[in-house]
């Protein structure tokens, strides 16, 4: 059986949208959301905003946001509010905290993973 999450990043529609020709160096903060299919060599920070790192990006650097979606690499610690997925293909060297955490099949991940269970400290609503 293959494990498959029943939806793609492509099924996004996301307010801000860096194309596979972008590179970018330093951090970078958004409020929304984002959709990274170049390169960036720095941080990622949202309070709640939601990100896409598409399989034709790399990420080197940290990332915290809301809901953290991968396709693509990243090297650096993931953290997210309320859930991080890995899509097929996507490569992570890093550790994930998480209250919500999925992977499909074909995925490398190096690293460790805290799916912690208070929710309200978050603020992710049960249900």
Not at 28 to 48: A, E, M, Q, W
């Amino acid at each position: 059986m293959v494990l498959k999450i029943p939806y793609s990043i492509d099924d996004f529609i996301v307010k801000t949208w860096c194309k596979k020709d972008v590179y970018l160096k330093g951090d970078l903060h958004f409020s929304t959301s984002l959709r990274i299919d170049g390169n960036l060599d720095g941080n990622v920070y949202s309070d709640n905003g939601f990100l896409i790192v598409s399989h034709t990006s790399t990420v080197r650097g940290d990332i915290k946001a809301g809901v953290i979606m991968i396709a693509g690499k990243v090297f650096g610690n993931i953290s997210a509010s309320k859930k991080v997925e890995l899509f097929s293909g996507a490569e992570v060297i890093g550790s994930i905290r998480a209250p919500i955490f999925r992977m499909e099949d074909n995925v490398k991940f190096e690293g460790e993973c805290d799916t912690f269970e208070d929710y309200e400290e978050v603020g992710v609503k049960h249900g």
